[in-house]
């Protein structure tokens, strides 16, 4: 950014004339690997010109894509996100007994599973200016898969399964459905219709959109094993903090860790019943200064 910002405006001529002549190709990726919540490969982009162009990118299609999402998917949508999500599974759970069984799977290897030419198809269905489609097509034709860390890969991996969400609530009629990223929940009064569902929901992902649902998928009943998603365990009754989150939480306040750590840990500690939690290790920390 330091850099882009010596030669700001020649920089800006420059780009608004490749994006005119459609000269503008995407920069050599930099990679790097993080180990938090699990081992991804990162990918990351120059500020300039591809995350000026990203960003420029998105400050249209943003309410388009924002218009077709489904009203139970929670990620990459402004006003909505995990607290959002979580309030709404918490909602579900008051139904008692439409929601006694949980079906809960995601994607295997989502992000480099994304097909390229069923993910330009889908565009085309909202969006109709060729040159923006055409600049949309050499970004996304610059890696394989949707790399992480992209600006537009968490909007593209959304907008990939919007449909497919459409299809379970109106066409399947699910009731309680919860989609974060590619982790899902649907919720149920039986067993055998959720496993009917996991049916039907792998064939339509790997006929359609050529995903496969993970192997390591769950039907299970909610009040013997809570419902583990977005860092929360859910029971009818309440909701905790996950517990490889409330360790961490524990750690960083054994450490020291500054308050502007531990105010992200809150920040997820009190969406949920955990005030013993809280006064406990409010007290660890008082004891530790």
Known sequence: MKVHRENQESNLILLHRMLLDGSFRTSEY????VYEPKEREVFRLPYFPDRIVHHAIMNILEPVFVSTFAADSYSCIKGKGIHAAQRA??????????TKYCLKMDVK??????????????LRKKIKDTRLLSLLDEIIDSTPGIPIGNYLSQYFANFYL????????EVLRVKHYFRYADDMVILADNKPYLHRLLSEISTYMNDRLKL?????YQVFPVESRS???????????????RKSIKKSFARKIAKG????????????????NSNHLIKKLTNDRAKIQ
């Open 89 to 98: 599974v918490m909602k579900a759970l008051k139904d008692v007994p439409g």
């Open 227 to 241: 419902i583990d998603f977005l860092g929360y365990r859910f029971y009818h009754s309440h909701t905790l903090l």
């Open 30 to 33: 930099d990679t790097f690997k």
């Open 109 to 122: 290897k989502f992000y480099p599973s994304i097909d390229h030419e069923i993910l330009k198809t889908l």
């Open 212 to 216: 496969q649902v993970k192997s390591n």
């Open 162 to 169: 919007t449909y497919f969400d459409h299809w379970v609530k």
């Open 257 to 272: 860790a500054s308050k502007q750590v531990l105010a992200s840990y809150m920040g997820w500690a009190i969406h949920c």
